[in-house]
C-alpha cells in the first residue's frame, strides 16, 4: 500500500517517477481502511530533500500511511519559503491537538549548540512529552536522537575531536530484535555529526538497551525497553549523493573537512560514491513500521 500525501508535495511528482506508489487524499478516501498517522517533525533546513527521502522509506510498505509534516512554531526558517511551509506543514499547536500512531523526528544542525540554546528547544521538549501519551512509537533521528535521549533519559552528547563523517559498518548487539529482524550481522550506517554519546551511559541506563553499534562510529541504534521511543544516531534516509554535497558545501566555505570514510570507491574522492545502505534503510523502516507501529496500535484512537 501506498503513503498518502497531498498531491500538490514536490516529493509526490519524484516519487511517482522512481515509481513509488503514492496515494492522494482524493483516492485514499475511497479505501475502507485506517492508514496509520505518521507525523514527521522536520528540524532539517533542507525540508523539500528531507520530506523526500523518508515518504520514499516510508512508502516500501504493505501499510496505508497518512503523513502530517510538521514545523517549529518557534522558529523562522531560512531556506524554506513561508508559504510552502503554510501549505504543506502544520505546526506543533495542531500536532498537539491529535494522536499519532509514530513519529519521526529529524536531525537539525545545530548539534554543537548547548541543547537549551536552540531557539525551539522548549517546543521540541513539548513535542517529546506529548509524544509519550499520544504516540505509539517515536523515531529519532542523528541530533534528534541526541535531543530525546537529553530531554527524556538524560544522556548528554559530547563533542568530537572532528566530525563523523562517512560510512561505517555496524554490528546488531542481540539476536531477538524485532527492529533488526533480517538485517546481516554487520551493516552500513551514514554518520553526519559533531557530537557522540558514550557507551556506558546507554549500558548503565536501567530504561535503555544499545541495539547496534560500530567500533569507529560509536553507539548507533538505541531504545527504550517499553518500544516507545528509538534513537538512531546516523542517516539511514540518506540518498547516494547527500555526504558527497555536504563534502562539497563545507570545502567551498572552507571549513574543516575529510573527504567522508568508506563512502567513495577506493576512498578515493573523484570517483563516484555508491550506496551501501539502502537495502538496510528500507529494511529498518519497514521493521519499526510493521512491528513497533502497526501491530502495537489499536484500530480506534482512545
Known amino acids: 500500500m501506498p503513503i498518502k500525501i497531498q498531491s500538490d508535495l514536490p516529493a509526490c511528482s519524484i516519487l511517482e517517477h522512481e ?4 496515494m492522494t487524499e482524493k483516492r485514499a ?11 514527521i517533525v522536520n528540524l532539517m533546513p533542507t525540508k523539500e530533500t528531507t520530506e523526500t527521502q523518508l515518504l520514499r522509506l516510508l512508502a516500501n510498505t504493505p501499510l496505508q500511511v497518512e503523513i502530517s509534516l510538521v514545523r517549529m512554531e518557534a522558529h523562522v526558517s531560512k531556506h524554506t519559503n513561508q508559504n ?4 504543506f506543514y502544520i505546526t506543533t499547536s495542531e500536532l498537539l491537538n491529535q494522536k499519532f500512531d509514530g ?8 548539534e554543537q549548540l548547548p541543547f537549551e540554546h536552540v531557539d525551539y528547544w522548549d517546543e521540541l521538549c513539548a513535542i517529546m512529552d506529548w509524544a509519550r501519551a499520544n504516540v505509539f512509537s517515536t523515531l529519532y533521528v542523528c541530533w534528534g536522537a541526541f535531543a530525546g535521549l537529553y530531554h527524556l533519559y538524560n544522556i548528554n552528547k559530547f563533542p568530537l575531536d572532528k566530525k563523523m563523517f562517512g ?14 529482524r533480517g538485517f546481516d550481522d554487520a551493516f552500513p550506517i551514514p554518520q553526519s555529526r559533531h557530537t557522540t554519546v558514550r557507551f556506558e551511559d546507554i549500558m548503565n541506563h536501567a530504561a535503555l538497551v544499545l541495539l547496534a553499534a560500530s567500533d569507529e ?3 548507533t541504534l538505541i531504545k527504550s525497553k517499553d518500544n516507545r521511543e528509538i534513537f ?9 549523493d547527500t555526504l558527497l554535497e555536504e563534502y562539497e558545501r563545507d570545502k567551498a566555505k572552507q571549513l574543516p573537512i575529510d573527504a567522508p570514510k568508506h563512502y567513495f570507491p577506493n576512498d578515493n574522492p573523484t570517483t563516484p560514491p555508491v550506496s551501501t545502505w539502502r537495502s538496510t534503510a ?3 523502516y519497514s521493521n519499526w513500521l510493521n512491528y513497533y507501529v502497526y501491530q502495537e496500535t489499536p484500530y480506534n484512537f482512545v
Open 19 to 22: 515509481n513509488i506508489f503514492v
Open 29 to 39: 478516501l475511497t479505501q475502507d481502511i485506517r492508514p496509520l498517522k505518521i507525523a
Open 84 to 87: 510552502y511551509l503554510n501549505k
Open 103 to 110: 513519529m519521526i523526528v529529524t536531525g537539525a544542525p545545530v
Open 167 to 180: 560510512v561505517f559498518m555496524n554490528r546488531r548487539l542481540t539476536n531477538a530484535e524485532p527492529l533488526l
Open 217 to 219: 562510529s560509536g553507539a
Open 232 to 240: 538512531m544516531t546516523g542517516h539511514l534516509e540518506y540518498d547516494t
Open 282 to 284: 528500507h529494511l529498518f
